[in-house]
């Protein structure tokens, strides 16, 4: 059975309207709704330095993996037909961070990651786009689909033991 998590729709932000020369698709618009940041120039912030710091906890919590083992566990969940949402690649750190439902980190207890939540931020370009050594793996679809937990973790059960077979990870996620 798929489950399907999506983000909860915030309401409009306040901020100025998009610059004219403003991306239109709708992974961008759809994660300009989800800034609950301070800025109300997020526009502005996002163009430069080319990343934006997105506060979790609310509209979605992070987990983060080693760059090997989430290439492998969104492969592992593409050929089961599962959903897969929005992956971030810090090519800079070599890790991967999977936006998950708010509230996930609280619980999570996965030795090879690290589960980031309320209090916390990351950081991330415009969809589509790649900034300070940071793109996307998965871009954020309209729809608002977040990469369910238990399938996540299923996944990065099979994905970590098969690296780990492949000696291409030692046991330890990180930031």
């Not at 997105?54 to 050929?79: K, M, Q, Y």
């Not at 089961?80 to 998950?100: C, K, N, W």
């Not at 990651?113 to 931020?121: I, L, M, N, P, Y």
Request: charged letters at 20%; aromatic letters at 8%; hydrophobic letters at 35%.
């Amino acid at each position: 059975m798929i489950r399907q998590h999506t983000y909860q729709q915030s309401p409009e932000p306040t901020m100025p309207d998009a610059p004219r020369d403003w991306p239109t698709d709708p992974a961008t618009r759809w994660l300009v709704k989800q800034y609950t940041g301070p800025s109300k120039n997020i526009y502005a912030r996002w163009r430069d330095p080319g990343v934006l710091s997105f506060p979790l906890g609310e509209n979605f919590d992070a987990i983060v993996v080693t760059l090997h083992l989430g290439r492998a566990v969104v492969e592992a969940l593409r050929s089961s037909d599962l959903l897969v949402g929005p992956v971030v690649v810090d090519q800079r750190s070599a890790h991967a961070t999977f936006l998950v439902p708010a509230g996930t980190a609280g619980t999570w207890t996965h030795p090879l990651t690290v589960a980031h939540g309320v209090g916390e931020s990351f950081f991330c370009p415009e969809p589509s786009k790649v900034a300070c050594r940071r793109g996307w793996l998965v871009n954020p679809d309209q729809a608002g689909v977040l990469t369910d937990p238990d399938q996540l973790l299923t996944a990065l059960e099979s994905a970590g033991e098969e690296l780990i077979d492949k000696q291409l990870i030692t046991g330890s996620g990180g930031r």
